[in-house]
């Protein structure tokens, strides 16, 4: 069943549109990001779903209600902002109160269970009465989390909640969210620019490019059977070469700029003028003379792993190496793959 229905959503301000005819079907309780770069429209999207922005045409439906003209209030969504949003001279448990008072929803003692019960789910019960300022910025986005599911919307919408913690606190806090959701299957719809964050927490990722749905899917498929270039790109930033892909004796390969030729997987179905998608992690960077020709122009370490940036020809690919690799800059070196790493898609 659907919790969230999109059909046909566009939006534009003035004469400059954002979203592009965007239809999408949201699972109840399942965790769906909204993922892409800065003005993608990822955003305007999540606006529309709460009611905190209209739209120029298409319709918006929430546990099969149509509630496109409806205010937020209306809508039985909750919203976690960027920011936090809590109010500084409330208690921890007055800032979690504040959505039942407003909506005068249930009496003084059951609006206190509510409140105890959504504070022990994101295990701040123990500060209950302290004050925003006296909490740590992980303790105060977990107190804007207890205030947004505090009324068991039906659903939860959340504004890149992440990206203010640093990245220990953050690692943390995704786990803490893959938790909360496990625990009370709130239908989610997450908004950020971070694919790891997406990748991480979500039961299926939507790819928003320009306005549109450039791909969802689970985010193994979407990470693993990229569609398009951009999908390619954005997701694990994979490496992009020109080819032309055809039949041989031994199955089908990819002819490159320079001459060098590659083994693609007997089920590759694509022909002809094509995009290699080469992973990062899947390379090996090997000695010269092996696989694909190329030569060192930068390592970057990185701990456990490096980064080489190996010229290819006119084009550049980025390695992911274990640290203890030991090529330099100007080495003359070869790039190798397994044959069922490689994907294609259509060149753009």
Do not use: I, W, Y
């Given at each position: 069943m659907s919790a969230v229905e999109l059909t046909e959503i566009r939006k534009s301000f003035g004469a400059t549109p954002v979203l592009h005819g965007v239809s999408l079907s949201i699972e109840s309780g399942s965790f769906t990001s909204l993922l892409g770069a800065s003005g993608c429209g990822k955003t305007t999207l999540l606006r529309i779903v709460a009611g905190l922005e209209g739209v120029t045409s298409g319709a918006v439906s929430i546990g099969g209600r149509d509630v496109t003209g409806l205010p937020p209030e209306k809508r039985d969504i909750a919203m976690m902002f960027q920011s936090y949003a809590l109010l500084p001279h409330l208690s921890v448990a007055e800032?979690?109160?504040?959505?039942?008072?407003?909506?005068?929803?249930?009496?003084?003692?059951?609006?206190?269970?509510?409140?105890?019960?959504?504070?022990?789910?994101?295990?701040?019960?123990?500060?209950?009465?302290?004050?925003?300022?006296?909490?740590?910025?992980?303790?105060q986005q977990r107190v804007a989390l207890a205030r947004a599911i505090v009324s068991k919307p039906q659903v939860l919408l959340l504004d890149e909640p992440l990206s203010n913690l640093d990245a220990r606190l953050r690692e943390d806090m995704q786990v803490e969210l893959i938790e909360i959701h496990r625990r009370i299957g709130l239908t989610t719809l997450f908004v950020t620019h971070d694919q790891e964050e997406a990748l991480s927490l979500s039961d299926r990722v939507v790819l928003l490019n320009a306005g549109r749905i450039e791909q969802a899917g689970a985010p193994e498929d979407i990470y693993g059977a990229p569609r398009s270039a951009f999908a390619s790109g954005f997701l694990g930033s994979a490496n992009l070469l020109p080819a032309d892909i055809a039949d041989g004796p031994r199955g089908p390969s990819a002819r490159l700029a320079d001459g060098t030729s590659l083994p693609l997987a007997a089920t590759e179905p694509r022909r002809g003028r094509a995009l290699l998608v080469l992973r990062q992690e899947d390379l090996r960077i090997v000695a010269e003379g092996q696989g694909i020709a190329g030569v060192v122009r930068a390592r970057v370490y990185l701990g456990s792993r490096v980064r080489y940036v190996v010229a290819v020809g006119s084009e550049v690919v980025r390695v992911v190496a274990t640290g203890d690799t030991a090529f330099a800059e100007g080495d003359r070196v070869g790039l190798s793959i397994e044959p069922s790493r490689v994907r294609t898609v259509a060149a753009e």
């Open positions: 800032n979690v109160r504040f959505p039942l008072r407003m909506r005068r929803l249930g009496s003084r003692d059951e609006q206190d269970a509510k409140v105890r019960a959504a504070l022990e789910t994101v295990q701040l019960a123990h500060l209950a009465d302290r004050r925003p300022r006296q909490l740590s910025g992980g303790q």
